[in-house]
């Protein structure tokens, strides 16, 4: 164990938009005590996740590597077996990497079975939850339909609904994810019943529920140092929320969609089929946004919330002190900008996300209360946590392919930082890859940013461009535009430069590589040499070696 126990709590909300809180412009949504901890650390204003969607995204912050490095490149790929994880990088440093929440991972069972790894096994569950000790796994994806149910695993949270009274095999639906209507029960499935309260109690449903579960962890935990991953299943649909969340919000609180007709009746293929999936044509009515959006905010309400809880009880314990925190989202959601509904694509409401970090230490006073706009991405956290632990991160960079952000938490300018991010989606699995006819290993989309310009690579079809000085909103496409060439082959010329990148050796160190330079001979391997007066004479020895003694 470290000598101080130091202490990570890793927040993660899912489908959290970068711009609905109040710290970050929001005009109508209250946010205090998410506030509060932007007060207290650093907000980054320029932060991107790695793949915008849930499962792919979370791989890359867990394993602190691109999608194209570790392969699970959608919900439901599997985290191949050997790949490096949190809680593989802390535990050594006797560190407890502990899930309150939801991680959308899928475990590698081919992968284990073909090495004999026993999924019930400490090794094998934890192989299973992406490094952690499963505090509690709870997804919050318990539909079921015609061919049954999407996540097999039953929830200790639906156990907990039935002893609270709440009767039914699958209360997370029938109670805390449905409303009711003239006396019968309406499912948050669908989005005309958003602002339906829930049939739960708010103390019942499951913000509030999971916090309570992370409390409960901090307290076994005790003095031991912890990384404990809190990941919340909302605002994240169904939308539906517990009375009084449901109504805080109305109608007239929604912002206008930011999109224009010249958007919708683009060119573009992939756009265009993106545009025709179900969600994006229902957030395309305002109706449906007037409906849902009210209670969307009203679920990020209660989150802030809950934060408040949390950050009492951590101060009541006097953790706060030790605790490195970091609040963040997996992806946004378009909520009907750009004619679009759900994640997916590379506009801002879907690929950037907030991210607030606060440092206990005193080298992080100078910085409390400010925001950051430097490049981040959602692949510098994990190198950021060993570094809060005094582990380098440069010792890992034959595997880590983010950069550490605590010289930015404690002033420090970084030298070399990052001209790029670089974001990946893999839409192989969507009815869009049929439209467009895309096989499977051609349905991929790359993003490249830089701070002024935004360029989305669809392998097939011709890019698209956005000038973020000039149009901020990402409202008009360059990418046919012959006056913006030279900006999108430079940017092109970037994604070539990261596509060529050494991602995929991970089992030697730059530390090893550099002192196997030139030692091959001293093993006795001399290649090319023609006569032995050539090299020196000590490396003869093993060969000729002297004569027996007489």
């Not at 790949?83 to 899930?99: C, F, H, K």
């Not at 007239?252 to 919708?264: N, Q």
Request: with cysteine; glycine share 8%; charged share 25%.
């Amino acid at each position: 164990m470290p000598k101080t126990a130091k202490n990570i709590l890793f927040i993660m909300c899912d489908q959290l938009r970068w711009d609905y809180l109040s710290c970050a412009g929001h005009k109508v949504q209250k946010t205090p005590n998410i506030d509060a901890l932007a007060a207290r650390g650093v907000r980054f204003t320029r932060a991107y996740v790695q793949s915008p969607v849930c499962g792919a995204s979370r791989m890359s912050f867990y394993t602190g590597r691109y999608v194209q490095s570790h392969g699970a490149s959608w919900n439901g790929f599997p985290l191949k077996v050997g790949e490096m994880t949190i809680g593989d990088y802390l535990r050594p440093l006797g560190v407890q990497a502990a899930l309150a929440g939801k991680t959308h991972m899928r475990a590698d069972v081919e992968g284990m079975r073909r090495l004999g790894i026993d999924p019930r096994s400490i090794i094998g569950v934890r192989v299973s939850e992406c490094g952690f000790d499963p505090f509690e796994r709870d997804d919050g994806l318990h539909g079921e339909g015609p061919d049954g149910v999407y996540d097999p695993v039953q929830p200790r949270y639906n156990r907990y609904l039935n002893e609270k009274g709440y009767a039914g095999t699958n209360p997370w639906h029938d109670w805390a994810n449905s409303g009711e209507e003239k006396g019968k029960v309406v499912s948050g499935w669908a989005m005309r019943n958003a602002r339906k309260a829930a049939r739960v109690k708010e103390e019942d449903s499951e913000t509030p529920y999971m916090v309570r579960r992370a409390m409960d962890f901090i307290r076994e935990a005790g003095n031991s140092s912890w990384c404990l991953h809190l990941s919340l299943i909302k605002p994240h649909w169904p939308y539906i929320a517990p009375a009084p969340y449901n109504t805080m919000y109305s109608p007239d609180d929604v912002p206008p969609a930011v999109r224009t007709e010249a958007e919708r009746l683009t060119d573009h293929p992939v756009l265009r089929a993106f545009m025709d999936l179900k969600a994006p044509k229902a957030f395309s009515r305002d109706d449906v946004r007037r409906e849902v959006i009210p209670v969307y905010m009203g679920l990020i309400k209660q989150i802030d919330d809950q934060m408040g809880i949390l950050m009492r009880f951590l101060e009541e314990r006097g953790q706060l002190a030790n605790t490195l925190i970091v609040f963040t989202s997996d992806h946004g959601d378009y909520l009907g900008d750009h004619w679009m509904g759900e994640k997916d694509l590379f506009h801002d409401p879907s690929v950037k996300i907030p991210l607030i970090i606060v440092d206990p230490s005193a080298k992080a006073d100078a910085t409390r209360g400010t925001t950051c706009s430097e490049l981040v991405e959602a692949i510098d956290l994990l190198p950021s946590f060993l570094d809060y632990y005094d582990a380098s991160p440069e010792d890992q960079s034959h595997r880590l392919e983010g950069r550490s952000l605590l010289p930015i938490l404690h002033g420090q300018k970084p030298e070399h930082w990052r001209r790029h991010v670089f974001s990946e989606y893999d839409y192989s699995v969507l009815p869009v890859a049929g439209a467009l006819g895309r096989a499977p290993m051609e349905a991929r989309l790359f993003m490249v940013a830089d701070k002024r310009w935004k360029l989305i690579h669809a392998p097939g079809f011709r890019p698209i461009l956005f000038d973020l000085a000039a149009d901020p909103d990402e409202l008009h496409d360059l990418g046919a535009d012959p006056a913006y060439e030279s900006e999108r082959q430079r940017l092109l010329a970037a994604l070539h430069e990261w596509g060529l990148r050494q991602s995929q050796r991970t089992t030697r160190s730059e530390h090893e590589i550099m002192g196997m330079r030139g030692k091959a001979p001293r093993k006795g391997i001399l290649i090319g040499v023609w006569d032995e007066k050539d090299v020196p004479q000590d490396l003869w020895e093993g060969y000729f070696p002297p004569p027996p003694e007489t």
